[in-house]
């Protein structure tokens, strides 16, 4: 499948960055963020990381924290807050099980889902990303 640049697709440890002000990626993922709406592209959230986000924000954050957070995803237009389907759970279940322990299911569905949208664009920060050939588009200019 060809490689398109049309969608993103995001990892919690993006959104998390983007939600806590005092995250040391905050102001890179508020910016990269900004750029990809001004350049009409839209980030696409799988449910799965949308409820892992969450989750994670309320835990260490507290429920008013992630309740903002939650409205901001569904609120603004550059997110499209996506359902997985069941093709892309399989081919996250496959990758999954090549992959070190320190890598997540959740990691792997954030690639399978990317893999599916033909983009190596994904808004996460996890090391496994740039290893299997995904990267921030604006990583790539700097590479250049």
Do not use: W
Request: include cysteine; hydrophobic fraction near 45%; charge should be negative.
């Amino acid at each position: 499948m060809e490689k398109t640049h049309s969608f993103v697709v995001a990892d919690s440890s993006a959104l998390i960055s983007l939600a806590i002000v005092s995250d040391s990626n905050h102001v890179f993922a508020k910016t990269y963020m900004q750029q990809t709406a001004q350049a009409g592209r839209s980030i696409i959230v799988p449910s799965e990381v949308f409820a892992e986000t969450v989750n994670i924000l309320g835990k260490k954050f507290g429920h008013k924290r992630a309740l903002e957070a939650v409205q901001i995803f569904a609120d603004t237009a550059v997110f499209l807050i996506r359902p997985t389907s069941d093709l892309i759970r399989s081919m996250a279940v496959d990758m999954f099980g090549g992959v070190e322990t320190s890598v997540s299911y959740t990691d792997c569905l954030v690639m399978a889902m990317a893999e599916q949208h033909g983009t190596v664009d994904i808004f996460g920060f996890d090391e496994i990303f740039s290893t299997r050939g995904y990267f921030l588009p604006s990583a790539r200019k700097a590479a250049a």
